[in-house]
């Protein structure tokens, strides 16, 4: 089911925005011509993503380095403290839709 996120105008190219949808944190981001949606929540220890670096089609955790794909949530840094690796699970990715200058989530 879709659900209305935010507006496409409030979003520029790579900027990321944390949204609430129905209770679920999500961070949304632009990249080119696509919006994407990921768990705000990092699969580590639940640091903000949305508050990370998107960098080509990967974000960031600025709390311990995890860095997740955003068109999968495929793991592809493990968060680390020094040259210790942690578990870091897969993140959960959601499918976006832009319809009538307005971005949907579907959950
Ligand atoms: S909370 Fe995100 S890497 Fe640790």
Redesign the pocket.
């Known amino acids: 089911m879709l659900h209305f996120a935010l507006d496409y105008n409030d979003i520029v190219i790579e900027f990321k925005k944390k949204v609430v949808v129905e209770g679920i944190p999500i961070m949304v981001t632009l990249l080119a011509d696509k919006v994407y949606a990921i768990q705000d929540k ?1 699969t ?4 903000s993503l949305s508050k990370g670096t998107v960098e080509n089609t990967d974000v960031k ?1 600025r ?4 860095k997740f794909d955003l068109k999968t949530g495929n793991v592809i840094d493990k ?1 680390h403290v020094g040259f210790i690796k942690m578990p870091t699970k897969k993140a959960k990715v959601y499918r976006t839709e832009v319809i009538d200058g307005k971005i949907f989530i579907e959950l």
């Open positions: 990092c580590h220890l639940g640091g955790c709390l311990h380095g995890a968060a």
